[in-house]
Each structure stands twice: as C-alpha cells, then as structure tokens.
Nanobody
Framework: VQLQASGGGLVQTGGSLRLSCAAS????????MGWFRQAPGTEREFVAA???????????DFADSVKGRFTISRDNAKNTVYLQMNSLKPEDTAVYYC?????????????????WGQGTLVTVSS
C-alpha cells in the first residue's frame, strides 16, 4: 500500500485547508486511515482518524485540540481520505502525515499504523 498526502500550504490564521491522502496498491487491506502531525522539535501527534466496514457506518475520532475545527471524510471510489481544516491557528503549523492500518480501530498512537505517506507541510501565519 502506498499513501500520497497533498494539499498543504501557507494560510493565515482563521483560514482553511483541505488535505488529501490517496491510497494505491492493496487498499482493500485498509480499514482505518489517520492523520498525524509533527511540529519541529516535537513528537508526531494524532489529529484525526476514520474507520469503516462493509456493513456499518464510518467512525471518526479527533484530537481534542482540533475538535469542532477539523473534519475527516473519505471517498471510497477514489481511495482518498480528506482532512478539512477550518479556523486554523498558528499552533496547527506542522508536517501532516496520513497513515493507514488494517482493522476497525482508530488508534491515536503511531505504532499501530503500518502504512505512512510522505507528509505535507501546513504553515499557519499569525
């Protein structure tokens, strides 16, 4: 499985960005996709995740720091997961990584995710 993240850029405080993560390869093996971010000098931290199954609704989870501002969604036909980021703050500045795993659980810990994208930089200016 290969993951390709895109959509990062420079935005002012209060602005919005939409990140995309396109999956290719053996995508049927993935049931959960997550977004993590890493600012300089910090550890990679959980942002959001979405989990799905063939006969149940999608489940989403968010870090407290982004609840109410970020949403996560997916387009099954495009094998793509989106992270819509609104009301951005300078503290949201980081490299954002998408990640994938098998199994329907939205872990907030990096070690549970097997597949990783290359990261896309989001910079929020004050």
């Amino acid at each position: 499985v290969q993951l390709q993240a895109s959509g990062g850029g420079l935005v002012q405080t209060g602005g919005s960005l939409r990140l995309s993560c396109a999956a290719s390869g053996r995508t049927l093996s993935i049931n959960t996709m997550g977004w993590f971010r890493q600012a300089p000098g910090t550890e990679r931290e959980f942002v959001a995740a979405i989990s799905w199954g063939s006969s149940s609704p999608d489940y989403v989870d968010f870090a407290d720091s982004v609840k109410g501002r970020f949403t996560i969604s997916r387009d099954n036909a495009k094998n793509t997961v989106y992270l819509q980021m609104n009301s951005l703050k300078p503290e949201d500045t980081a490299v954002y990584y998408c990640a994938g795993r098998s199994g329907r659980y939205t872990y907030a810990t990096t070690r549970y995710y097997k597949y990783w994208g290359q990261g896309t930089l989001v910079t929020v200016s004050s």
